[in-house]
C-alpha cells in the first residue's frame, strides 16, 4: 500500500503541470487582455474583456481615463485593438506593468516556480494577494460544500435502502421519478425556479434573495444569527440538494441489491437472523464501502464546481463566484492561482478516496499482483 500512495503522489507532479500547461497555452490564445483594458480606460472607449485581437490574456484596472493623444502618433499600428494614438512607449510600460513584455515560455517558467512555494502573486483588479482572496471567499464556499454533502448523504443512502429493500414496489416506482426529475433538471434551473417562487421573484417572498447574512447580522442574538444565516441558506442548498441526491440515491440502491443477492446473505437468512440484522449486520458495511470511499471526491465535486452557478444566481461572494469574475475579467493571477491551489488539493484527495477503500475495507489492496 505504501508503494501505491508513494507513486499515486509522484504522479502528481506531470499531472499537475500537464494541466497547467494545457490552461496557460490556450489563454494565451483567447481574446481580451489587461492591457486592452488599460488602453479602454485611458481611451474612455467600453471594451469587454473578449476585445482582444491576439497576445495574451489578463483583467481590468482601476486606472483613470483619458483622452488619445493625437500627432505623430496618431498613425501608430499595434497589435492591441483601441491603441491607436497611443504612444509605443506608454504600450510598453503597460506590458511590462502586468509582466506581458517577456515570451510566454519564460512568463510560465516563472509562474510555476512561484506556484511551487505558494506564491500565487497579487490580483490584477483588486490591490489584495490571491491568497487573501481565497480565504475571504472559502467560507462561504465550504458552508455550501458541507452542508450539500451532509444533507445529500442524509437523505440519499436511507432512501437508496428503502428503495433496494423495496425493489419493485410502488414506494420504488414513486420515489424513483422523484429521483429522475432531481436527475434531470439542472441546479441552476431549479434555483431560478426557486427564487420566482419563493424569493419575491412573482409569488411568495418568503427568503431573501442574495447574501449569506443579513445586514445586520452583527446586531443579532446568538440565536438570531443562527436563525438568520439558515434562512439565507435555505434556497441554495435545495438548488444543489436536488441534483446531488439523485445520483448517490441510485448507487446505494444499486450497491445493496448487489450485496443482498449474494450467496453469504443467503445463508445469514437461511440461519434464522432477522432482516435487520441481515441488512445492517452484514451487507451495510460491503454495500456501504464504495459509498463512504467516495465522499473526498464527492465534497470536492460540490465545493469547487457544483457551487459556481449557485453562488452567481444567489450572488454569495464565494470561490465560484470568484472564479466566474476572474475568467471574465481575464485576471490571471487569480486564475492560474486557484486552478493550481485546487487542482493539486484535488489529486491529493483522490488518494485519500482511495485510501478510504481501503479503510472501510482491509481486504481492498491497490498493490499489483502477478497472475
Do not use: C
Not at 486592452?36 to 476585445?51: F, K, N, S
Not at 458552508?143 to 444533507?151: E, Y
Not at 464527492?298 to 444567489?314: D, K, P
Amino acid at each position: 500500500m505504501y508503494a501505491y500512495i508513494l507513486r499515486r503522489l509522484l504522479l502528481i507532479v506531470p499531472t499537475l503541470l500537464g494541466i497547467m500547461v494545457i490552461n496557460f497555452a490556450v489563454v494565451q490564445i483567447l481574446p481580451g487582455g489587461p492591457v486592452e483594458q488599460m488602453i479602454a480606460q485611458l481611451t474612455g472607449d467600453a471594451v469587454d474583456a473578449t476585445a482582444r485581437v491576439g497576445g495574451d490574456a489578463g483583467s481590468e484596472t482601476g486606472s483613470s481615463r483619458q483622452q488619445p493623444k493625437a500627432g505623430k502618433d496618431a498613425g501608430l499600428s499595434s497589435r492591441y485593438r483601441g491603441a491607436q494614438g497611443l504612444p509605443e512607449d506608454l504600450i510598453k510600460s503597460i506590458e511590462k506593468q502586468y509582466g506581458l513584455d517577456k515570451p510566454a515560455h519564460e512568463r510560465f517558467y516563472m509562474m510555476i516556480k512561484n506556484y511551487l512555494v505558494f506564491d500565487f502573486g497579487d490580483s490584477f483588479f483588486q490591490d489584495r494577494t490571491v491568497v487573501q482572496l481565497v480565504i475571504d471567499k472559502m467560507p462561504v464556499s465550504i458552508s455550501l460544500g458541507l452542508w450539500t454533502t451532509l444533507l445529500v448523504y442524509l437523505i440519499s443512502i436511507p432512501l437508496g435502502i428503502a428503495k433496494a429493500v423495496r425493489d419493485g414496489s410502488r414506494f420504488d416506482v414513486w420515489t424513483s421519478g422523484l429521483v429522475i426529475f432531481g436527475n434531470a433538471v439542472p441546479g441552476f434551473l431549479f434555483a431560478i425556479l426557486l427564487i420566482i417562487l419563493f424569493a419575491g421573484g412573482r409569488y411568495l417572498d418568503w427568503f431573501p434573495l442574495r447574501g449569506l447574512t443579513s445586514p445586520n447580522f452583527d446586531d443579532l442574538s446568538s440565536f438570531g444569527k443562527i436563525t438568520d444565516y439558515f434562512w439565507h441558506m435555505t434556497l441554495p442548498l435545495l438548488s444543489m440538494i436536488i441534483g446531488g441526491f439523485a445520483g448517490l440515491t441510485m448507487l446505494t440502491k444499486n450497491s445493496f441489491i448487489e450485496e443482498i443477492n449474494k450467496q453469504y446473505v443467503l445463508t445469514a437468512r437461511a440461519k434464522g437472523l432477522t432482516q435487520h440484522s441481515v441488512l445492517y449486520g452484514h451487507v451495510f458495511r460491503n454495500a456501504m464501502m464504495i459509498i463512504i470511499a467516495g465522499f473526498p471526491a464527492a465534497f470536492v465535486s460540490i465545493l469547487f464546481t457544483g457551487s459556481m452557478l449557485t453562488e452567481i444566481i444567489f450572488s454569495l461572494d464565494g470561490l465560484g463566484l470568484l472564479g466566474f469574475e476572474a475568467a471574465l475579467k481575464r485576471d490571471f493571477p487569480v486564475m492560474f492561482g486557484t486552478l493550481y491551489f485546487f487542482t493539486l488539493f484535488g489529486l491529493l484527495l483522490g488518494i485519500l478516496s482511495d485510501l478510504m477503500y481501503h479503510i472501510v475495507d482491509p481486504r481492498v489492496d491497490f498493490e499489483a499482483r502477478d497472475v
